[in-house]
Structure formats: structure tokens, C-alpha cells
């Protein structure tokens, strides 16, 4: 039997394609269609009947109605974005700053990986849901203690809010951060350990080794954890104009509306993913070599 020759490119890329092929047989058969009707119901008013759904075309109504007639939309869609743009950050610093510490020589860091990851498995969904309304979420330290007024001296109004809105939230930005810590410690783990004895050898000192060579030798696992932060972020139980989204198509059963609403969200994601990935592919070439 003749052996298949294939160039080391077309392996790369075989691998890789083998790897998404089981989500795009899944995305095929169980998302392509609903995301199918959802476009044509986004151009169509729709009316119950006996006899199913009777559609309408109304051309891009909804969209227009979202940005001109809906009270609610660019609000919830302003407040989702800024607490998006404050959130994936901090969860980023916190989530490596903790692999650092994970990743030395410690006794119990098995039982603290598990702590930390801990989190995704419980609160989530319906249970993160429970919690958020109980305010577990919350920090009210900042607040009660009458921090606000005490600094105002020193820090300007917007950015003292600001910054306290953040501090509260760490809660949520440690629940948020177990997948993150867990991918950034498999990115350390493949950072040969020669490379940090050459650079001591070379008088370098931990600040240098690590803007030198761990930051450096993670950027592919930054990305995935931007991205998957941004994705998670703007598909989370407290997302506001999710609920929105999910108000109007089953309690108002405007499925038309809400598949326009859905679709515009949809693409404030994906531009958002797109500069992420616009940002991080000059860093990407040179981790590769390819500069």
C-alpha cells in the first residue's frame, strides 16, 4: 500500500482541523439551523397561530427599533460592555498572578488548584444566579466603611467610583478565574527551566526573567484566556442584556425583536474578538518565530 506523503505544513494543518472537526459536526448539526431561523425571524414580524408561526417580512424594522424605539437596549448594552472592558482585565492580572504562585514548589498547591477551580463547578448557572441575588457576590466593605467619602479628598469622583465599583467586585473576578489559572498553569509548565538558568547565569533578576521570558512564552495562553473571558463574560447568568434578550422572546414572545437584538449583540462581540485578536497578532508572530 502506498504511504500518503504529506508536507509538514499540510500536517499542521491536518492536525488542527482534526482537532475542530467533532465541534463542527456538532455546530452542524445542532446550531447551524437555529442560527439559520434566528436570522430569518430577525427580518420578519412573527404571530402565533394554531397552525405555527406566521411570519411577516418587515426588512431591518427590528434592527432600526432597537437603537431608536427600545429604552432598555443601549443602556444594558453600554453598562454589559463597560463592565466587560473592566472585568476581563482584572480577571487576567489575577488569574496569572495566582499560576505564579501555583506553579512553585509549595506544600498543598494540588488542594489550593482545586480551591481555586472549585468555583466553576459550584457557582454557576442557576446556582451563580441564587447567589448573586442573595448579594454573595458583593463586597459592601467598600461602601459601608464610608471609604468614598473619605478619599474623595485625594481622588477624583469618576475614578474613585470607579475604582471602588472594581474592588467590589472581586468576588465575581475569583469566581471567574479558575479556567484561566488552570490554562496559564499549563503555559508555565511547557517554559523550559533552562531558559531561567541561562538568564541567572546572565545576572538577570525575577522581574527581568519573567517580562524576558514568562511573559513572552505564555502569549498564546493569554489570548485563549482573553478570549475565553470575553466570551464568558458576555454570556454569564448576571448579563443584563441577556436577560433582556430572553425577557422579550419568551415573556413578550417577540421572537422577531429578539432575534434582531441577539444578532446586534452578536456583532459587538465579534468586533470585539476581532481587535483582540488584531492586538495580539504581532505578539503571536514573534512567540512563532515568524518575525
Known amino acids: 500500500m502506498k504511504k500518503l506523503k504529506l508536507s509538514m505544513r499540510a500536517r499542521y494543518f491536518m492536525e488542527g482541523y482534526s482537532f475542530i472537526s467533532l465541534w463542527l459536526i456538532g455546530f452542524l448539526m445542532f446550531m447551524a439551523i437555529p442560527l439559520g431561523r434566528s436570522m430569518y425571524y430577525s ?55 495566582c499560576a505564579i504562585l501555583l506553579n512553585r514548589g509549595m506544600i498543598g498547591k494540588t488542594f489550593f488548584r482545586g480551591v481555586f477551580f472549585l468555583p466553576v463547578i ?63 498553569l499549563a503555559g508555565l509548565q511547557t517554559i523550559s527551566i533552562s531558559l531561567y538558568e541561562a538568564a541567572k547565569c546572565d545576572g538577570a533578576t525575577a ?41 422579550v422572546v419568551f415573556k413578550n414572545n417577540d421572537f422577531g425583536y429578539g432575534s434582531a437584538m441577539g444578532w446586534i449583540y452578536f456583532v459587538f462581540i465579534f468586533l470585539i474578538l476581532g481587535v483582540v485578536f488584531l492586538l495580539f497578532r504581532k505578539s503571536l508572530s514573534a512567540t512563532e518565530g515568524r518575525k
Open 43 to 97: 427580518f420578519h414580524a412573527l404571530k402565533v397561530s394554531k397552525d405555527g408561526l406566521i411570519a411577516t417580512f418587515v426588512g431591518m424594522d427590528h434592527f432600526r427599533a432597537a437603537f431608536t424605539t427600545d429604552v432598555n437596549f443601549l443602556p444594558l448594552l453600554k453598562e454589559t460592555m463597560v463592565s466587560t472592558l473592566t472585568q476581563v482585565p482584572l480577571i487576567l492580572i489575577f488569574s496569572l498572578f
Open 207 to 247: 522581574w527581568e526573567s519573567f517580562w524576558k521570558i514568562t511573559f513572552p512564552m505564555i502569549m498564546p495562553m493569554m489570548l485563549v484566556n482573553t478570549l475565553f473571558s470575553i466570551v464568558s463574560s458576555f454570556t454569564k447568568a448576571d448579563n443584563q442584556i441577556m436577560s433582556h434578550i430572553l425577557n
Open 122 to 184: 459550584i457557582a454557576s448557572g442557576a446556582i451563580l444566579s441564587k447567589l448573586m441575588d442573595q448579594g454573595a457576590a458583593n463586597l459592601p466593605i467598600f461602601y459601608n466603611q464610608n471609604l468614598y467619602n473619605k478619599l474623595s479628598a485625594f481622588i477624583p469622583g469618576d475614578i474613585l467610583e470607579t475604582l471602588l465599583k472594581s474592588a467590589e467586585s472581586l468576588t465575581l473576578v475569583m469566581w471567574d478565574s479558575g479556567v484561566q489559572i488552570l490554562i496559564f
